[in-house]
């Protein structure tokens, strides 16, 4: 996992700016904390910063190939977890290898197949490949966007990086929030219309697309989405095809030059990857799977039930590590850093994003990272099999808008009043809402039941689920720290993708399905216990300590704050304790006090 960077002009000499590249590159810190390289030639200026998870010594970038006459070089951030089958083929075909690295199977990988290695790769990845005999940038993120990838274009230089902090370290890259950018950071957001962002003339490489950049232009192309096709497997032979997947998903994912661990929260998901994981160290006579879990300060004071939280995890966190003998270790952490490091959770970022529940999961990164450098976690399950309350309610279901982001018109007040008058949140929405629904591919075979359930899966999957993996990347990266996420492994979701409701969701219960598999080697109590989201702090003290900080920067006049949002909204919020603001800001999670979260840094 690293940071790339990098830009390439057909008008300048690009020799003379290795200043320019270094900056940029130093901007990615975080997310390469062990080396750092750079390429420049007169046309190309690549650079990257590593953290090591693959090979120590071979997997060294830049990585430069010297083929034919020709030279191609790589930077890449991600992790390929079908490098073994690639390898073979390649060296079937004459190829060599100087190391084990996953960097150099790519490299070589596209010098064999071209433009359509992305046709061949089964993992998590974002790369720029330079073509020096073509002078042609080949730049491709994975089916899914679990890494990111951004691009602009400034003077003739085509401009990109796993960040956009560090594309504004290029000279004369702007910082301009536009009436887009505020329709998508307060309508959308923490969302975001896949290929935007909030900032003018700055875009993200949307997920499975691949591009090229060469004297005749910029080429962008998709190379792969989720189709609908009729489920011909009988139920016997669909569990047996999802549990294949299953286990081959998240072993592939277990390969690591570095330690590793499994994030446990006592759920189901969580509970089906430490399964695995564990039964993979038994079976290779590994030392025992550590196992992580994530607590606040006075939590079992201060918990309260809920439709969305019905119980606590510890009870099945333990269930679990009695039952696989991990070696578990739990992170509780305390109020005053959790509200500390909201403004690093929105430099992690770029923007605002999921306030406590970005720090969180900064502070778990940042806290597992001295023992661990990769980490496999249970993200994803709930979108690709249908784990959220919106998929059973029928007033979600037809909100006639994205079923996690309901309050809009308490969005629109946050707005100036000045603002408010140019910036329509609700039409955007609608109109993003409809332009995502026109996407989805009905087929003539699916019941009234499976057709209404694909549109809701989309969205949750392109939106909802987009979502928490720019979370899940930005947090951990931030720390120095990978995580992976064995659900997302885009042939399992395209399996599940075309399982009818009535399967999917067996028995009428949120992850049915997934639920009945995994009977046969998880407890009852967690196949049963019902879905419970990230643990969050329950301490009054947290809200209290937010509440505090907002209120500091509303008295300063200055604040830019100010001249963005309804600062009479904001202190009416503030007096009646957030009873002004009501309904959940964005989904499950973000409630009033992550709303308070959201405007506290300045």
């Given at each position: 996992m690293c940071g790339i960077?990098?830009?390439?002009?057909?008008?300048?000499?690009?020799?003379?700016?290795?200043?320019?590249?270094?900056?940029?590159?130093?901007?990615?810190?975080?997310?390469?904390?062990?080396?750092?390289?750079?390429?420049?030639?007169?046309?190309?200026?690549?650079?990257?910063?590593?953290?090591?998870?693959?090979?120590?010594?071979?997997?060294?970038?830049?990585?430069?190939?010297?083929?034919?006459?020709?030279?191609?070089v790589i930077v890449y951030n991600g992790q390929i977890y079908n490098t073994k089958e690639l390898r073979q083929t390649l060296e079937e075909n004459g190829f060599t290898f100087k190391g084990h690295s996953d960097t150099e199977v790519l490299l070589k990988s596209y010098i064999y197949y071209g433009k359509n290695v992305v046709h061949h790769l089964n993992g998590i990845f974002a790369f720029a490949i330079w073509?020096?005999?073509?002078?042609?940038?080949?730049?491709?993120?994975?089916?899914?966007?679990?890494?990111?990838?951004?691009?602009?274009?400034?003077?003739?230089?085509?401009?990109?990086?796993s960040e956009i902090k560090a594309i504004f370290q290029y000279p004369g890259v702007k910082k301009i929030l536009n009436s887009q950018g505020i329709a998508e950071l307060f309508g959308i957001g923490p969302a975001h219309t896949p290929g935007t962002t909030v900032f003018d003339n700055i875009f993200e490489l949307k997920p499975s697309h691949f591009a090229i950049f060469n004297r005749s232009g910029f080429h962008l192309e998709k190379y792969w989405k989720l189709a609908s096709m009729p489920h011909t497997e009988n139920f016997a032979q669909t569990c047996d095809h999802l549990s294949f997947l299953l286990k081959d998903a998240i072993t592939r994912q277990l390969v690591s030059d570095v330690p590793l661990c499994t994030f446990l929260s006592g759920g189901l998901d969580s509970s089906i990857i430490t399964k695995f994981a564990s039964d993979y160290c038994f079976e290779n006579n590994l030392a025992p799977l550590d196992t992580y879990s994530i607590d606040y300060v006075d939590n079992d004071k201060n918990f309260v039930k809920s439709d969305f939280q019905p119980n606590s995890d510890n009870y099945y966190i333990n269930l679990m590590v009695n039952k696989l003998h991990t070696k578990h270790h739990s992170i509780v952490i305390d109020t005053p850093e959790l509200a500390e490091y909201l403004e690093d959770a929105m430099i992690a970022r770029d923007m605002p994003g999921?306030?406590?529940?970005?720090?969180?999961?900064?502070?778990?990164?940042?806290?597992?990272?001295?023992?661990?450098?990769?980490?496999?976690?249970?993200?994803?399950?709930?979108?690709?099999?249908?784990?959220?309350?919106?998929?059973?309610?029928?007033?979600?279901?037809?909100?006639?808008?994205?079923?996690?982001?309901?309050?809009?018109?308490?969005?629109?007040?946050?707005?100036?009043?000045?603002?408010?008058?140019r910036v329509d949140l609700k039409g955007y929405i609608d109109y993003r809402y409809n332009e995502s629904l026109s996407e989805v591919e009905i087929l003539d075979t699916d019941s009234p039941e499976t057709a209404e359930k694909r549109k809701i899966s989309y969205l949750t999957l392109n939106w909802f689920m987009q979502t928490l993996l720019d979370r899940s990347d930005r947090m951990a990266m931030y720390s120095g720290f990978e995580l992976r996420v064995p659900f997302c492994d885009y042939r399992l979701?395209?399996?599940?993708?075309?399982?009818?409701?009535?399967?999917?969701?067996?028995?009428?219960?949120?992850?049915?399905?997934?639920?009945?598999?995994?009977?046969?080697?998880?407890?009852?109590?967690?196949?049963?216990?019902?879905?419970?989201?990230?643990?969050?702090?329950?301490n009054p003290t947290y809200l209290a300590k937010v509440k505090s900080m907002l209120s500091d920067i509303m008295a300063k006049t200055n604040a830019p704050i100010n001249s963005l949002l309804n600062r009479d909204y904001i202190m009416e919020i503030l007096e009646t304790d957030g009873k002004a603001f009501t309904r959940p800001w964005f989904g499950q999670l973000m409630t009033r006090t992550s709303a308070y979260g959201i405007f506290v840094p300045s």
């Open positions: 960077v990098g830009f390439v002009n057909f008008k300048q000499v690009l020799t003379k700016h290795k200043n320019v590249l270094l900056n940029m590159n130093s901007s990615l810190i975080n997310r390469g904390p062990d080396e750092d390289g750079y390429y420049i030639k007169e046309h190309v200026a690549l650079a990257h910063k590593r953290l090591i998870v693959i090979d120590p010594k071979g997997g060294k970038q830049p990585m430069v190939e010297q083929l034919s006459e020709n030279e191609y073509d020096q005999k073509n002078e042609e940038l080949f730049i491709a993120r994975d089916h899914f966007g679990i890494k990111p990838l951004f691009y602009t274009m400034q003077n003739n230089s085509f401009i990109f990086a999921m306030a406590d529940i970005d720090s969180s999961l900064l502070l778990f990164c940042k806290n597992v990272k001295p023992y661990a450098t990769v980490s496999l976690t249970g993200e994803c399950a709930d979108e690709i099999f249908g784990g959220y309350p919106w998929f059973f309610r029928d007033d979600a279901l037809h909100s006639g808008t994205f079923p996690w982001s309901i309050a809009i018109s308490e969005r629109q007040t946050l707005l100036a009043p000045h603002i408010a008058k979701a395209q399996y599940v993708w075309n399982i009818p409701w009535e399967i999917k969701a067996l028995n009428g219960r949120e992850k049915g399905l997934l639920r009945y598999v995994s009977r046969k080697f998880l407890p009852s109590e967690i196949v049963d216990r019902k879905k419970s989201p990230y643990p969050k702090t329950h």
